[in-house]
């Protein structure tokens, strides 16, 4: 999925919002902003993936300020809200009529952790009584057939805090199917808040999947441009799920495989691109979104 124009000002905002987080004075807010400015006029934007674009700015940034993770320690502090409040959510999990939906439906709605979105979040919005039925694409009963066949499945992980969620989406799986392999996809380096292996080791997602590295400094995953032994996990696995709008940005357009996507439409221009309504959620296959035609 190409950039639109309204993807620009949305990255430069990140860019500000990371200047924010970082603390420093206005004046050198104005300097990060002006490089960033500078950068963004000199690439050209219709041709760039939305996540590939950002890594640009986000570099330009980091090259600034010397502050390769800005996001190090709130990754961190939400994957301990998560695993804080476990308990309350497996008992969600466990007590409903299929913990293994439950559980891909709480790793869903986990997608909302994000730094990168158009509007911030509210982590209280998980605690709250959700509703299955508001999911726009639910693909699961496929998936779950499909699962009884596999072999392997492939996570391609998004946010910290929602990789508790995917912990305990991949605990049901092994559940119900403990000789399934499964693997876990992580970015090789910081993108905003997205998981890396620290991250996922520290949150212990390696007791249920092995923990593979995309190769990704960017909050998307582009298979040609991958790390071989994830490339051939990703083509080799049964099943491919992928998590978050930035990795459905990069992957949509792949089709050396299916893939089920898991994600919250963020944006207008994704929104638009998908046929789905902003705020959407999606549990499905790429067959299954609407015909724009």
Partial sequence: MLMKAECVTCILNQVVRITDHLGVGEVEKDTIFKLALDLSSKL????????????????SVSDYTGVRDPYKQIRREQNDLIINNRSFFMKKIVDSSDPLFMSLYYSLLGNIIDYGG?????VDNLFETNDPEMIAINDYKQLYENLKLA?????????AGEAVFDMMFLEQVKRIKPEIELFYGVKSGPAINDVLKDDALYIGINKYAKIIET???????????????????FLGSDIVIS???GNFETLESERSRDIFFVFKVKCRVVSKFSGLGQGSLVMGYRNSFPDKE
């Fill in 151 to 159: 072999d392997s499945l492939l996570v391609i992980a998004d946010n």
């Fill in 44 to 59: 050209d934007y219709t041709s760039y993936l939305p996540p590939l674009y950002s890594e640009k700015l986000y570099d």
């Fill in 215 to 233: 190769g990704a400094t960017y909050a998307g995953t582009v298979v040609s441009e991958s790390q071989p032994e994830f490339k051939k996990i």
């Fill in 118 to 122: 158009v509007e911030l979040f509210s």
């Fill in 243 to 245: 998590k978050g709008q």
